[in-house]
């Protein structure tokens, strides 16, 4: 393992990583037949599946826009502090910081849709939201289809779940292989990259986990709400450490160097 590796480093790489797999992402979407069409914008290039496309909203003006900018980053900054503030004042390290940084994900995902919208506003759309209260999901699938990263969801019921209607198993599980192996891809490899930290299989492990979970409350948790919101915490939330790891960490800045 590399001594002093400053968490930039991380953060350039997980970037150039996100990247590429954004645009992985588009071309497969592209080459795809479509099912119906869809107006060509900036917004249409931007998103990963006419799904997310047809989500769009339309522009209000600069004004609305740049108050969610100055307030999303005023609340990354707070978050910032007061996790920092925490983490020295009580020494918090390990798998607590990846409790401690998910307020933070969250903010970070929204001030960057926020500020890509303020570059789409001369084409008069808005991208759609990328989360819709998260905490509020009833259950795994409702968590990971109406409420994280929607426009993934959005790119894995178009590219996956549309195209293996007769196969819902395997379609349930490849989305999530899909997810695992993207999250490898663009957090674990650039890790291993720049540190030699070998955290490989942790993410697919945390993603089919998820799989395995829908098909529990499915089968077995169907009729009890409030069991199954507790099943959501617990899978989804109690096994976080694997998918918000170190590599995670550093990329955002929230690694203690």
């Not at 590796?5 to 037949?33: D, E, S, Y």
């Not at 999303?72 to 920092?84: D, H, T």
């Not at 789409?120 to 409420?147: K, M, T, V």
Request: charged letters at 15%; one cysteine or more; glycine letters at 6%.
């Amino acid at each position: 393992m590399l001594p002093d590796i400053p968490n930039w480093q991380m953060t350039v790489f997980l970037l150039l990583a996100l990247g590429v797999m954004a645009f992985v992402m588009k071309l497969v979407a592209l080459l795809l037949p479509a099912k119906r069409e869809i107006e060509r914008s900036a917004v249409s290039w931007v998103l990963f599946s006419p799904d997310s496309v047809m989500r769009a909203q339309r522009a209000t003006g600069a004004g609305p826009v740049g108050l969610r900018i100055l307030m999303l980053f005023a609340a990354v900054w707070l978050s910032y502090w007061a996790y920092w503030q925490l983490v020295r004042d009580f020494q918090i390290h390990g798998i607590l910081l990846s409790y401690l940084a998910v307020l933070l994900l969250l903010l970070i995902g929204e001030s960057l849709v926020a500020i890509m919208n303020l570059f789409l506003l001369p084409g008069g759309c808005l991208l759609p939201a990328l989360h819709c209260r998260p905490w509020a999901a009833r259950s795994i699938a409702d968590f990971w289809g109406n409420r994280w990263n929607l426009w993934f969801s959005d790119w894995s019921r178009y590219v996956i779940f549309g195209r293996l209607r007769r196969r819902p198993l395997f379609a349930l599980f490849l989305v999530f292989a899909a997810s695992g192996i993207a999250h490898e891809c663009v957090i674990n490899v650039p890790l291993y990259c720049v540190t030699g930290r070998i955290l490989f299989g942790t993410m697919m492990v945390y993603f089919l986990l998820q799989a395995a979970g829908i098909l529990v409350e499915r089968h077995f948790l169907k009729g009890y709400p409030r069991l199954m919101m507790l099943f959501v915490w617990l899978v989804v939330f109690v096994p976080l450490p694997l998918v918000l790891n170190e590599g995670y960490l550093r990329g955002l800045q929230l690694w203690p160097e």
